[in-house]
Structure formats: C-alpha cells, structure tokens
C-alpha cells in the first residue's frame, strides 16, 4: 500500500488482471473490482471483463491513450471515487502502473496523499504462456519486447544481443504489429549469432483467451509461424531447453547434479 493514511476516500486500484480468464486473476484483483465504483481500461480489456462490471461506470480508452486513461482514474479518484484502472497481465509489465505513478510523481503527488494508489500484481504473459507448454522459464530469462514506440531500437537490439550471449531464456512481448514486421526477423537473426537455429521456440497466441494458439518450432523458423500477431508471446529456449512429447523444458540443473529417474507404474 502506498498510502497508510487510512482516509478511505478517493483510491486508485491499479489491477494486473492476468492474461485473461477469470481463473487466472487474483483473488485481490477480483476484491478489488468489485467494490470499485469507476472502472478506466482500455476497450478490449473492458470487453473481457464486462461480467464483473455490471452497475459500475466504465471509461473506456483507446489502444495508444494510456497518458489520458491514467488522468482520468487520477481525475475520478480525486473526486473521493474508487476506481479501478485495469491492466492486462501485470499492471507493472508494459502496463499502466509506471504511467499512473509517472502521472502523479509529476503532479507532486508524494505516498501518503491523496488518492491512494494500490498496486495489484497479475499474471504476466510471459508466465501464463510458459505453464502452457511445459517450464522453460525455470532458471534465469530475460523478457523484451520488440516495440520500437517508446524506446529505441538500437537499445532493444543490444538488449537482444546481451540476452542471447548470456545464454538468458529470452521472452519476447509485442512480437509484431501490422506497421512493426522487421524487428522480430532482426532480433531471431541477432540470437542466431549465439545459439543454435535448432534452437526451441514456443509461440503463443492469446494464452487463456478464446482463439488460443500454441506452437513449438525452432529458432530458424519463427517468423513463419501462423500463430504471430499483437497477442502472441514468444519465448526463446536457452542452450540447454529442449522439447520432449510436446513439453519445453529448461532443465533446472545439470544431469549430474541430481536423478530424476523412477519407475512409472502402467
Ligand atoms: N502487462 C502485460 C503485457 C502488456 S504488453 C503482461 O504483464 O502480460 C502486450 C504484450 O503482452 C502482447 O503483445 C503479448 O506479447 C503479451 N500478451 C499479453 N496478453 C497475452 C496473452 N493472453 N497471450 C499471449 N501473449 C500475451
């Protein structure tokens, strides 16, 4: 909580709701919706969530308006409501919560003050995709996406180049766009550099929404994949991930280091 002061008037909820599904969303985030009073999200998130939102007064946003979605809730929490602005995943990952604070660090604002602010952390992409196909995050990853909006390429392809030569697990959020196609083909060719083309890929599309996609591929062949799009993560097995009965797996140690072997009862 940023805010100890107890005044219960005028809160922020910054809610990570998950990749989608209601069974992946907190406890705490579903709480924290349902006593809002204003819900601030951007369209498509309002959709998924238009079953808890009944009798509550919803601000609806585009895709690029986050600065604007972010002084609303400010706008409407300084008028004594509680509200709720919801953020695919993790608030905190390519989500609201940095804007929100940015916002109202610029405006003065200093924890203790009104509004309140209560950040609620959810499933990021890269978690909710890695359970789907197996645990090929399970030691050290690196999460990048491939936009070039906010920051500049240059910095996102030495950030590839640093993950694929510290032989990191490499998730890549925002893999393409209808204007953005050349990054990813960049970025795979940087990787190649340093691991193998037989490398293992899984690419995931809307992971617990409807329209789910999964596929396992390798590094060589991921920008052909049809499983591509605004909604897709991908995640980039490191030199020890590999694929067995369709499961990805990073394998927590070396094979000396401990036995995994025993008998299966048939
Ligand atoms: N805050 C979000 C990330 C927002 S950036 C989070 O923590 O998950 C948007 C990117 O997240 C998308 O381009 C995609 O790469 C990824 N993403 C979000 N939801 C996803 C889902 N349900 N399935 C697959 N990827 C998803």
């Given amino acids: 909580m940023l805010n100890n002061s107890g005044n219960s008037k005028g809160v922020i909820f910054i809610v990570g709701f998950g990749p989608g599904d209601i069974k992946n969303m907190t406890l705490w985030a579903r709480e924290c919706i349902e006593k ?7 369209e498509t998130y309002v959709e998924l969530l238009r079953p808890y939102l009944n009798g509550k007064e919803i601000i609806e946003t585009g895709m690029t308006e986050e600065v604007d979605r972010a002084k609303l809730a400010i706008e409407k929490a300084c008028e004594g409501k509680i509200v709720s602005i919801i953020s695919s995943g993790d608030a905190g990952v390519y989500g609201m919560a940095p804007i929100v604070l940015e916002v109202l660090l610029e405006s003065g604002w200093k924890p203790g003050e009104a509004p309140d602010v209560q950040i609620i952390p959810g499933v990021t992409a890269a978690t909710a995709c890695a359970s789907i196909i197996g645990a090929p995050l399970s030691l050290d990853f690196a999460v990048i996406s491939m936009s070039d909006l906010l920051v500049p390429w240059e910095i996102i392809e030495k950030r590839v180049r640093a993950a694929a030569s510290g032989d990191f697990v490499i998730v890549i ?30 690419i995931v599309k809307s ?22 799009g605004m909604l897709t993560t991908i995640i980039v097995g490191n030199s020890t991930t590999f694929v067995k009965n369709g499961i990805m797996l990073t394998p927590r140690g070396y094979s000396s280091k401990y036995s995994v072997k025993i008998n299966l009862k048939t």
């Fill in 36 to 42: 809002s009073e204003v819900i601030v999200g951007y």
């Fill in 173 to 202: 959020y925002n893999p393409l766009s209808k204007k953005r196609t050349w990054q990813l083909q960049k970025a795979r060719d940087i990787i190649m550099e340093y691991r193998s083309p037989d490398t293992p890929v899984a």
């Fill in 207 to 228: 992971a617990y929404r409807d329209g789910q996609k999964v596929e396992i591929t390798s590094l060589k062949n991921i920008t052909d994949s049809q499983a591509l």
